[in-house]
């Protein structure tokens, strides 16, 4: 909604997302059905991880007829929200497997975002799309009792009707740190990482689990070393499938690493002066930190900038 | 696991968790079976929100007889993690409406931390036990399919026979909010407030939102107010279920209060001063801010102090 120029994570890919919720609204019937028939509503259309792109300037924007075409009925899409203008946006699901229409591509979330294909106000709109129909993909059945569900409020709930309990899309807290001690940052690599690549460590915030101690418990057990201060600095949603990464600056207390070796690969400290060559690019062993699609990326910079 | 005095969660009731989780044992069936069976394992029962207290210093851990007595056996109970002294720490449910043995009770969460009836430390063991087990209490079917699930991992996984589907507990982070124009407080009450109580603004994080633009997006909905910047303060762990508070102060861009009926039954500015009072307990009118329990208060007294 108001996004200031000096919020963090307004600069995060997936982060900036000028729909207006108004999720007071969804729930009113009459409310729910004029954004759906809207005249000026799009849809947001995704086969899983992929997006329907168009050309143009709206690329991932599409009209209900288009979207009635696929299968898609916007009478029963989720609602996302509202453009400044008044314009609804939708999301609606296709087949996993599915053939793009002619003139038309599927692309997966993230090259969208390396790649910069839609502006990063849409990229938001498509990681709470994502994340919404991930969700719905994967809970049709009421884990209380057992029975199908239905959908309801425009896609934030669905319905048992043979138990009556409500399930809420969920979102997941993950602790992301960038471990330091002032003058070295701590950083790992999975096996599954691209070559040379350095990132921060990270973690679900467990239950009964405050963030600070989650920041605090992961790097202690990816990495042996112990966390004192906290502190945050910026938030992302992660569409793969619905994390919320809350980044934060951890302050080492302890200096030896004790690796865990089914996590990670290697884990090391790193001086100052290599981590601004590998952000840079022209590091001298070719290592190199994530790009800025990740959050781990905009907390190095924020750690090497003083912050 | 390490707690650095200066840390504000640790200060917040449910915050404060000194057991070891140690994650990536939970996987490994024969350190599982280890902790389970430990002579010095004991166990927290629960009856829906209320826990089993016996009398002296460690009145809510029970021994294992006692367990199995009333039914829960330790070696297929929830593990909560390790003592420093190396003795697990788990948690079992009984039913719902048991009446109490001989010379026990059974005490809510919410009196048990407001009457201090157990320690800072254990207080955070039983909000991390509570929350587990209302977790698997309302998901004992796969969301995916709606088989029957089975616990794993210690009770931090439930795995489907049928589709092979694995559910994690739910961690639900919420955005709450002490919203500031530099000299007063932005603050409400929902009709269920004790009389004469106002409280930060609250609501749960959205799929594809940040927590910064939930804090916004949450003070528009409910009272109209424009925020801009979003500093993080403290999170604190609420069992009830199991939500993630993030506790932040917003700054304010706007002045107009238009207040969503729906979820208030009041929103007001107030003055530092009248804060102060209500904090204190002596506010002419009887108007005070929430208890201790709640991070509101906390975020409140930040602000008191100049944060």
Redesign the interface.
Known sequence: ????A??P??AIP??L?PLD????KRGNAAELEAARSHPHARAYLLAGDRVLLAGGDDAAAHAPDLARGLGVELATAML?GWQADGAPRLAGALPAGMEPPAGMEFVDLRSIAAEARVSPGVL??L??????LA?HA???????????TAIAIGG?RRDCPSCA?Q???????VAIMLVTDGERALLGRQAHFRAGSYSCLA???????????AV??ET??EAGI?????R?H????W?FV?S?M?GCIGEA?SAEIVM?E??LEDCRWFPREEVIRMVRGDHPGGLACPPRLAIARHLIEHWLAGG
């Open positions: 909604m108001t996004l200031p000096d919020d994570s307004c997936y982060g997302n919720r108004r999720s007071e996302l938001g709109q990681a709470q799309a994502r994340s919404m969700w994967r809970h049709g059945f009421c884990a209380n009792c057992g029975h199908a934030y309990a399930h809420f899309p969920r979102v997941d807290p973690g679900f915030v467990e239950p009964g689990e405050t963030l600070e101690d605090r418990r202690f057990e112990r966390v004192g201060r906290v945050f910026a938030s992302q949603p569409p619905s919320l809350l207390l865990d089914t996590e």
